[in-house]
């Protein structure tokens, strides 16, 4: 038996992170976890596990259980499940919902949901309610009226970057028996913590910031209370249903934890300076960002959010889409691509992915700020805004 490896308790979440949740190989001494890329564990002679536990990588191994610990440790959670991508972790968190039950879900949310929910509930007998969650009494007397099973908030959403009130919406559950999951892709657990606002589960594409270089799909699941019937069955969902995160990617994932709280600081300090620039700028109608005091959520942002939030905003550009395009094809250090909370700068045409009838107006662009300098980001919108 090995001598305990570190002491983590009590540390900031800073330091949990650059120590990837602390600890050193037992065998080895190294800083550095080793990839797990066994898929199977031995037994010995009177067929007793060598390490019980470890049995087969789809259920588990020492390398998910120690980056899930330390997102369950940020997100201030009892347990935490790796999944193949985000979508994996809606899905199972979705699944949880029986055929002939009811999903809520907050409506003008990440494409990608909204049409996974809309499949999947129409293929398993699952009701299912799209209502604006940021508008309070409007989502109570809908949770009245619909009595859901779950409940799915996204906060802050993508890309209309509306503000749900968690601690508000998870007592109408609570009252309702409601099960609450929040995604906070677009937040990172170091800003917004669901769980100690009364969520029972936070989701998180591992895409997006945790992992923070744009180099691998993940997902992950955080629940309040591992007790319950609903965390079974996603642990359930996961080992049987097998979307695991593979051992590479897990062990990238942790990799770029070490550096998170560094990239979301940066990120959110570009996000604000931004936003505050093209708020000012005269060829923008609106930016959509809940560090902004004409965000109509502003206050609730300030009340959920600490220290800054979020790298993620939409701009309307004065005109229509062909201005909104021409200012995406003039800009250099913004990238046109989809996606977020990488450490490059994007930008993205929302109505060219969802298209006619999404809601997403023509002259939206969204953006996902870097970690690059300030000054470049705002010079490269300044000339881009100069083309129309
Ligand atoms: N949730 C949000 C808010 C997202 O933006 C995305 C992807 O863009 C997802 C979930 C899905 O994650 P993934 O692409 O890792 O499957």
Redesign the pocket.
């Known amino acids: 038996m090995s001598k305990s490896t570190s002491n983590t308790t009590g540390l900031h979440a800073d330091s949990l992170l650059a120590h990837a949740g602390g600890g050193f190989d037992p065998t080895t001494g190294a800083v550095v976890p080793p990839i797990q890329t066994a898929t199977t564990f031995v037994r010995d002679e009177d067929y007793e596990l060598v390490n019980p536990g470890y049995i087969y990588s789809r259920d588990s191994n020492a390398l998910y259980q120690k980056t899930e610990r330390l997102i369950a440790a940020l997100e201030e959670g009892e347990d935490s499940r790796l999944f193949s ?3 994996a972790a ?1 899905a199972a968190v979705a699944r949880s919902v029986r055929p002939g039950g009811t999903l809520l879900a907050q409506s003008g949310i ?1 494409w ?2 909204t049409l996974f929910l809309r499949k999947h509930c129409a293929r398993n007998n699952i009701a299912l309610v799209e209502a604006d969650a940021s508008d309070l009494d409007a989502f109570h007397d809908e949770m009245s009226v619909t009595r859901p099973d779950l409940v799915w908030l ?1 906060v802050p959403s ?1 890309p209309f970057l509306k503000i749900a009130d968690i601690q508000k919406i998870s007592e109408l559950c609570r009252q309702s028996g409601a099960r609450l999951a929040v ?1 906070a ?2 937040a990172t657990p170091l800003i917004l913590k669901p769980l100690a606002l009364g969520a029972d589960l936070v989701m998180h ?1 591992a ?2 910031a945790l992992n923070g270089h744009s180099d691998l ?3 992950v699941v955080t629940t309040a209370d591992a007790s319950t019937d609903t965390w079974t069955f996603i642990c359930e969902e996961r080992q049987n249903a097998g979307a695991v995160l593979g051992s590479f990617e897990t062990w990238l994932l942790l990799r770029g934890l070490r550096t998170l709280s560094l990239r979301v600081e940066r990120m959110n300090k570009n996000a604000m300076a931004l936003a505050e620039y093209l708020e000012a700028h005269s060829k923008i109608d609106a930016v959509l960002y809940p560090g902004l005091a004409s965000h109509a959520q502003h206050e609730l942002a300030k009340a959920q959010m600490t220290g800054g939030f979020g790298s993620l905003m939409s701009v309307l550009v004065k005109g229509g889409k062909a201005d909104a395009l021409k200012v995406a094809g003039a800009l250099d250090v913004f990238q046109r691509a989809t ?2 909370g990488g450490t490059e700068s994007l930008v993205e045409h929302r109505f060219t992915i969802e298209g006619e009838g999404s809601g997403i107006p023509e002259n939206l662009l969204r953006l996902s700020l870097g970690i690059e300098h300030c000054g470049d980001l705002i010079a490269d919108f300044d000339q881009a805004l100069a083309a129309i």
């Open positions: 991508s985000g979508m809606v990440y990608g949901t996204e993508n995604d892709t677009a594409s895409t997006k799909l993940g997902g996606s977020l």
